[in-house]
């Protein structure tokens, strides 16, 4: 089946920093998303990439749709304490896959 | 305008039961899909309904059953529950593959 390798799978950051986190398949996706994940809720979606090639921002947040069609990335910048959480990208190609997520956390 | 709804909220089930969610779709929306969440992973794709059938079905056994009912709402049914069953159940709405919204699931669990 379809497989989404999600990288890294946590990362601490420190408010203020960039943070950046990807997503790659072996299968072609014609839409990639991005959602963020807090503890009890279900995902909500950030970014949705629907052309290869395609760069689009949220706010703080920048997706790109790579061109092969079996890449994506995020990239948060500035971060802030309400950032934490679990960041999951997501493929369309016939069906919803998601990736293992991508935990974010504050530096102690 | 009503997000995605999900009941209940909590569950707790023997083994070897049987169990039923529900779940509502955003106003506008005419497809389901399910979604299993262990503990650290992510959401795993169970199947979708479009009108009131099954479209496609992820790699679960056929213990795992759904429907769909005329107001697109869609109810998940789990029978001979295993405690490997225990997850965060989810269901996302859509209007064909656009716009997946969640809910805030089902956390089930298996005693």
């Known amino acids: 089946g379809q497989q989404l390798n999600q990288s890294p799978q946590s990362m601490f950051i420190q408010e203020g920093e960039d943070v950046s986190m990807n997503c790659t398949s072996s299968?072609?996706?014609?839409?990639w998303l991005w959602y963020k994940q807090d503890p009890g809720e279900g995902p909500v979606l950030l970014i949705a990439?629907?052309?290869?090639?395609e760069l689009t921002s949220n706010g703080r947040l920048t997706a790109q749709f790579g061109t092969t069609r079996k890449d994506s990335f995020l990239n948060i910048s500035a971060s802030i304490p309400s950032d934490v959480g679990i960041y999951f990208c997501?493929?369309?190609?016939?069906?919803?896959?998601f990736g293992g997520g991508t935990r974010l956390m504050v530096k102690p | 305008d009503a997000g995605v709804t999900q009941s209940p909220t909590h569950l707790i089930k023997t083994r070897g039961q049987q169990v039923t969610l529900r779940c509502s779709p955003k106003?506008?929306?005419?497809?389901v899909s399910w979604y299993q969440q262990a503990l650290g992973q992510g959401p795993q794709f169970i199947f979708q309904?479009?009108?009131?059938?099954?479209?496609q079905r992820g790699n679960f056994p056929d213990r795992f059953s759904g429907h769909q009912f005329p107001n697109y709402s869609s109810e998940l049914n789990v029978n001979a529950l295993l405690l490997g069953d225990s997850a965060l159940y989810l269901c996302?709405?859509?209007?064909?593959?656009?716009?997946?919204?969640f809910g805030s699931g089902t956390r089930l669990t298996v005693v």
């Open positions: 996302a709405s859509s209007l064909a593959h656009y716009g997946y919204t």
């Open positions: 299968s072609i996706f014609n839409t």
């Open positions: 990439l629907y052309k290869a090639g």
């Open positions: 997501a493929g369309i190609g016939g069906m919803l896959t």
């Open positions: 106003s506008g929306h005419d497809t």
């Open positions: 309904y479009y009108e009131e059938e099954e479209r």
